[in-house]
């Protein structure tokens, strides 16, 4: 049988319809990986590696950041056994040769024990005792309840105050003492007392005296006391008074907190060259537009407020960054022969007596706001805090 060149021809040409397209694609496909380059790493690459690297090592030679000063000077015990002194400003800074008040005295009693606050410059101590003397004597007060003054040491403390520093400060309690001695669990847990109506912008009449108002102009009239913080409302109370003459009312100051002490702030001591005061605090009372400003500035804060519609998108609210921690480069060069080598942390001065709560801790010497949503409306302060 013969077979003709037709029969040979179309089979081949079926086949070769078949297979074409399947080879076309591959051969594009070849040609495509053949011209195509591999990438090459740029430079910026490159320096963005060598960024990296150079500060994983600037970090490795910088070691652990340098210890919080707070944790420094919180160990410390005792005082510095130095030349009494108040060096730097009284929210950075330290003291030197400082001198303990006694826990009992004929007219206090010092509160909160377990922290180890009782210790100031000399002229401070001698000023809280001779105010309790006074107004015992004077002003119908049976004594003082003396709240926390500085560390031994002085310097940044571990909680509450950003002041109380340089041993110039010292919080009177506006509780009287009683008539007894308080037990060491009693100086722990006793509450202050405040003298705020349920207002929070008036005193409450059933818990502020006119006793209450010799204590603090008691304290305002001595020479070396430079500042009286107290809460507006307590110093619009004092304006308020007609009985009480305006000498002295310029030392009076208003400021955040102070609703359950007063805070007592000498001016720098003359043996104390290294101390930086304060500017002058000025001859006005302040009974007029500062602490008219002051209370309607708390109305804003604490008043009722109508009700807010609700937001149709919530935007997430970007955490501020916390404020870097005070270290031992950034006090006065003499802190650190101040704080020389302190003894380690050793049991509390009342070992039967745990740590107070923090939550009744004296805060109120943040120089933020207490209400901080409200930082941005502050009233105008003559002769500042």
């Not at 560390?151 to 403390?157: A, F, H, L, W």
């Not at 208003?254 to 930086?276: A, F």
């Amino acid at each position: 049988m013969k077979i003709g060149l037709r029969q040979v021809i179309l089979p081949i040409a079926l086949v070769a319809l078949v297979v074409m397209p399947g080879s076309r694609k591959l051969s594009a496909q070849t040609e495509a990986a053949a011209t195509t380059k591999a990438p090459t790493p740029t430079k910026a690459a490159g320096k963005k590696k060598l960024v990296k690297k150079s500060a994983k090592a600037k970090a490795a030679k910088k070691g652990p950041p340098p210890t919080p000063a707070k944790v420094l000077f919180g160990a410390a015990t005792v005082p510095a056994p130095l030349k009494a002194r108040a060096i730097g400003f009284y929210a950075k800074g330290c003291l030197a040769g400082a001198k303990g008040i006694a826990v009992d005295g004929p007219a206090w009693q010092v509160m909160r024990l377990s922290r180890n606050r009782r210790w100031g410059h000399p002229q401070l101590i001698a000023t809280v005792e001779r105010l309790a003397a006074d107004v015992k004597a004077h002003d119908g007060w049976n004594g003082l309840l003396v709240g926390d003054i500085s560390q031994p040491r002085g310097g940044p403390m571990l909680t509450g105050h950003a002041s109380h520093q340089i041993g110039l400060d010292a919080d009177i309690w506006l509780t009287p003492m009683p008539d007894r001695k308080l037990t060491n669990r009693e100086r722990e847990d006793l509450p202050a007392t405040s003298m705020l109506a349920a207002d929070r912008v008036s005193v409450n009449p059933e818990v502020w005296t006119e006793a209450h108002g010799k204590l603090i102009l008691r304290a305002a009239s001595y020479p070396q006391v430079e500042r009286v913080l107290v809460h507006p409302a307590i110093k619009k109370a004092l304006c308020e008074n007609k009985a009480f003459a305006r000498t002295n009312f310029n030392k009076i100051r208003p400021y955040w907190g102070h609703h359950y002490h007063m805070h007592v702030r000498l001016g720098c001591p003359k043996d104390s060259p290294g101390c930086t005061p304060q500017p002058v605090v000025g001859t006005e009372d302040g009974c007029g537009k500062e602490v008219d400003e002051w209370i309607a500035r708390f109305k804003r804060i604490y008043g009722p407020r109508p009700p807010q519609p609700e937001p149709k998108v919530v935007v997430p609210k970007v955490k501020p960054k916390p404020k870097p921690e005070i270290t031992l480069a950034d006090l006065p060069t003499e802190c650190k022969a101040v704080l020389g080598n302190t003894s380690p942390p050793g049991p509390s001065p009342v070992s039967d007596v745990a740590k107070p709560d923090p939550e009744m801790a004296d805060t109120a010497e943040s120089d933020e706001p207490e209400d901080k949503a409200a930082k941005g409306d502050k009233p105008a302060v003559a002769g500042k805090k």
